[in-house]
């Protein structure tokens, strides 16, 4: 399913601009490698809601609901292109309990999210300040970054759990996944 799901974003981003064109292999395969890792770092409950903050081409909440059909998914992008590739991407594989929101997250209604996560949508500060409404007492938010530099935030209304370095490339490059919980 992985690989039915790379062929298909590489097809598809020769006209759509979903990752970077001019070394679109390589990027698709570091953001596989990369999804691949950080779920090793979460310890997601059985059916977990997990939303999913500017998501993109899909990353890395496809792989993750691969990797774990059971994580319902609501997955929100302003960008209406995108939201339409990951409905087309989820199908295929047979990927269900998926919800696809083409809007600002700001305009979503709570959806009372077990996680939250967000991978390329801004600062720390953002992020929690978008996902709080969104998010179950307790519910974790996930920040993946890149570098090897612990990351620590001191966020209204949240707690850090931790800071998790992992290998995120073929290459070795680095990354730290930050994981913060809704106090």
């Not at 090793?40 to 939303?51: Q, S």
Request: aromatic share 8%; net charge positive; charged share 25%.
């Amino acid at each position: 399913k992985i690989k039915q799901f790379r062929e298909y974003l590489l097809e598809v981003n020769l006209h759509v601009n979903l990752v970077s064109r001019s070394k679109s292999e390589v990027v698709v395969n570091d953001l596989i490698f990369d999804s691949l890792a950080m779920i090793t770092l979460i310890e997601f409950a059985e059916g977990a809601l997990v939303l999913v903050i500017g998501s993109g081409a899909g990353f890395p909440w496809i792989i993750h609901k691969i990797v774990r059909p059971d994580l319902r998914i609501v997955t929100v992008d302003s960008n209406q292109r995108k939201i339409e590739f990951q409905k087309s991407a989820a199908r295929k594989p047979g990927l269900s309990d998926c919800r696809f929101v083409a809007d600002r997250i700001e305009k979503l209604p709570p959806v009372g999210a077990d996680y939250a996560i967000a991978k390329a949508f801004g600062s720390p500060d953002l992020i929690a300040k978008v996902a709080a409404p969104h998010l179950k007492t307790g519910g974790g938010l996930l920040l993946p970054r890149i570098g090897s530099k612990s990351v620590a935030v001191d966020l209204p209304g949240f707690l850090q759990e931790g800071t998790f370095e992992y290998k995120s490339s073929p290459s070795g490059r680095i990354s730290n996944l930050l994981i913060l919980k809704k106090i």
